[in-house]
Nanobody
Framework: QVQLVESGGGLVQAGGSLRLSCAAS?????MGWFRQAPGKEREFVVA????????YYAASVKGRFTISRDNAKNTVYLQMNSLKPEDTAVYYC???????????????WGQGTQVTVSS
């Protein structure tokens, strides 16, 4: 089984940046980021297929967020730039076999890290 640990969340002013990290304890085929704001459904942010490096971004973050990986550390990162108040949410790292955009595509989940963007 795989364990995921997220870090890097915090409070940032609108227009600022944050970098989230997700360290995996075991090998993963695909990893992704989801987020959930209070009272809303958990939504897809971005996913990466580990072996190929192909990436899929949600329209709401494309051009502002960038996913990257460090194979040696078995870690993925989410660089978030030009943050908006609507980006405020708990961000969850996920791992599985398919780099999909649905929660059911992933088998493992981290505990989440809070990102708050002030206006």
């Amino acid at each position: 089984q795989v364990q995921l640990v997220e870090s890097g969340g915090g409070l940032v002013q609108a227009g600022g940046s944050l970098r989230l990290s997700c360290a995996a304890s075991g090998r993963t085929f695909a990893m992704g980021w989801f987020r959930q704001a209070p009272g809303k459904e958990r939504e897809f942010v971005v996913a990466i297929k580990w072996s190929v490096g192909i990436m899929y971004y949600a329209a709401s973050v494309k051009g502002r967020f960038t996913i990257s990986r460090d194979n040696a550390k078995n870690t993925v990162y989410l660089q978030m730039n030009s943050l908006k108040p609507e980006d405020t949410a708990v961000y969850y790292c996920a791992a599985g076999q398919i780099a999909g955009q649905a929660m059911g595509d992933y088998d493992y989940w981290g505990q989440g890290t809070q990102v708050t963007v002030s206006s």
